[in-house]
């Protein structure tokens, strides 16, 4: 069975255990109290077994069964449909993980169904039922008590974020490769973060403010109100997440830039200086052929080259060696290659 705590509640006492749903109802006809079902991932069967007691909208029983809804609140008639994403930051991996929990509300019972382990709804329960004059004020009042206790989970989430954020700004010096990478991911579960947390804001208003025909109880608007407060620092502080990652990766970009930049210039002295060495190389090996090529021409020893057999041919082949390699290195020395 998927039923975690059921119980029936008059004047803010529990006053009986029932041990099935069947009996739930009965006990709440004829006590005329408030019932407060805890359901963990339940069937359909028994999701419909609830809702045709209380009569809840099919479409609201619909996105319960299905989850994967966004934070909000709905209204079906005398019936208050809330969706919650809580949160949980996980210390061996760094990263947050994020639950769903749905709260069906109306005059006598609050039904919760819940898709992930947190938040921790025995607590709640515990808490609640040790202030039997606070419970006594019904479904409202175990709303501010489910609505309190995630945007208290909430609290260890940011600054598990901030932890890794500050981790992150150290790094961005250091060189490492995966800083980028770690930025996106990060930002990433912000913006979830902040999808989780940013309805909240209206819909508290909405409860503390109440309808036309019904306004909450002074005390309850208090705790709405407080519960609120907490809400709009936690979004402050997830607007200045988001604007450091974006900080972040901006400087990271820049950085990279800069190292490309560096490596591009030393690439570039590199092929310079590569280059000069080229030049020298090619200018001294063009200096030393010039002998070579006029010394080959002579050793080729035809009858018909008179040089041969002249007294200067000597001299003047010598000459002209020494002529052309000196010719070659005064124009390899002006154009500046030796």
């Not at 913006?191 to 947390?197: E, G, H, L, P, W």
């Not at 080729?300 to 070659?328: R, S």
């Amino acid at each position: 069975m998927s039923i975690v705590d059921n119980a029936v509640y008059v004047n803010g006492h529990r006053t009986r255990d029932p041990e099935s749903l069947d009996e739930t109802y009965f006990v709440l006809r004829q006590r005329q109290g408030m019932a407060w079902i805890g359901l963990y991932r339940p069937d359909d069967k028994e999701l419909r077994s609830v809702a045709d007691e209380f009569d809840l909208s099919p479409l609201a029983v619909e996105d319960a069964l299905t989850g994967h809804q966004r934070a909000k609140l709905e209204h079906y008639g005398d019936t208050q449909f809330l969706v919650l994403r809580p949160a949980r930051y996980l210390d061996d991996v760094e990263k947050v993980e994020f639950g769903e929990i749905h709260v069906f509300a109306g005059p006598d019972f609050v039904v919760t169904v819940r898709h992930a382990e947190s938040p921790n709804l025995a607590r709640v329960r515990h808490r609640m039922e040790s202030q039997p004059e606070f419970l006594a004020l019904g479904p409202e009042a175990v709303l501010y008590a489910i609505l309190d206790q995630v945007v208290d989970e909430y609290e260890p989430v940011a600054a598990g974020l901030e932890n890794d954020i500050d981790e992150i700004e150290d790094d961005l010096f250091s060189g490492d490769p995966g800083v980028s990478k770690r930025i996106y991911e990060l930002s990433r579960q912000v913006i979830t973060f902040q999808r989780a947390t940013g309805p909240l804001t209206a819909m508290l208003q909405e409860l503390m403010s109440g309808s036309p025909d019904h306004r909450p109880d002074p005390d309850l608007q208090d705790h709405f109100r407080d519960v609120l407060d907490h809400t709009l620092r936690l979004s402050d502080r997830i607007s200045s997440f988001r604007a450091l990652l974006q900080n972040a990766l901006a400087v990271n970009a820049a950085l990279v830039a800069q190292r490309q930049n560096e490596e591009m210039r030393l690439l570039t002295e590199s092929s310079i200086a590569q280059n000069e060495q080229t030049k020298r190389i090619s200018s001294w090996a063009a200096i030393l052929f010039a002998p070579t090529l006029v010394g080959t021409i002579y050793g080729m020893n035809f009858h018909t080259m008179p040089e041969l057999d002249w007294v200067f041919g000597y001299p003047m082949a010598i000459g002209l060696m020494v002529a052309m390699g000196i010719g070659l290195y005064a124009t390899f020395k002006h154009n500046k290659w030796i």
